[in-house]
T-cell receptor, first 113, second 114 residues
Framework: KNQVEQSPQSLIILEGKNCTLQ??????????LRWYKQDTGRGPVSLTI???SENTKSNGRYTATLDADTKQSSLHITASQLSDSASYIC????????????WGAGTKLIIKP | DAGVTQSPTHLIKTRGQHVTLRCSPI?????VSWYQQVLGQGPQFIFQ???????GRGNFPDRFSARQFPNYSSELNVNALLLGDSALYLC?????????????FGPGTRLTVT
């Protein structure tokens, strides 16, 4: 069964600190992996999209890694800011004719001053 | 460039009523997907339309239906509303198939069923 699991479920850190969010998946065949940031009550915003051949991808203070062998991805946030408080969702696209998107439950990140 | 737009922004309906939600994709995008997001949970996939044809359907009852028009805009219809249909309804557009190409989300329509 295609699944995406994220950890931790929630995380509280102090402003200025770094953090890493985890995503493990069992999706086959694999097409790509996405990380989204979603503020409460708003639509998700894409941070990165990575294909099988990409190990690392950065978007400002956000850096995503992908290990296709172990089927793990991480999202590292550097020098966190109050505006980073949001839910971070990992989504994996299954290849094949349907390109089904498998959504993780998300990690709720709270940045405290 | 305009992003994905959705209307209305907020909506209050009574149980048993019908609702139509609208979505305009980014210019040039041919795929529209609909998601339901209940408070505190992640988005749940409802439908994907690509080139005006249904290309995917999530685990939702037949009360939910959708269509895509020749200009690639889309409507989501929900009949016989239940209290449990209260949620944020998100529309996302992509250039091609949603799973292949990056998706861009609209601001959502907040539906409250009383």
């Amino acid at each position: 069964k295609n699944q995406v699991e994220q950890s931790p479920q929630s995380l509280i850190i102090l402003e200025g600190k770094n953090c890493t969010l985890q995503c493990n998946y069992t999706v086959s065949p694999f097409s790509n992996l996405r990380w989204y940031k979603q503020d409460t009550g708003r639509g998700p915003v894409s941070l990165t999209i990575m294909t099988f051949s990409e190990n690392t991808k950065s978007n400002g203070r956000y850096t995503a890694t992908l290990d296709a062998d172990t089927k793990q991805s991480s999202l590292h946030i550097t020098a966190s800011q109050l505006s980073d408080s949001a839910s971070y969702i990992c989504v994996v696209s299954a290849g094949g004719s349907n390109y089904q998107l498998i959504w993780g439950a998300g990690t709720k990140l709270i940045i405290k001053p | 460039d305009a992003g994905v737009t959705q209307s209305p922004t907020h909506l209050i309906k009574t149980r048993g009523q019908h609702v139509t939600l609208r979505c305009s994709p980014i210019s040039g995008h041919k795929s529209v997907s609909w998601y339901q997001q209940v408070l505190g949970q992640g988005p749940q996939f409802i439908f994907q339309y690509y080139e005006k044809e249904e290309r995917g359907r999530g685990n939702f009852p037949d009360r939910f239906s959708a269509r895509q028009f020749p200009n690639y805009s889309s409507e989501l219809n929900v009949n016989a509303l239940l209290l449990g249909d209260s949620a944020l309804y998100l529309c996302a557009s992509s250039l091609g198939r949603a799973g292949r190409d990056e998706q861009y989300f609209g601001p959502g329509t907040r539906l409250t069923v009383t």
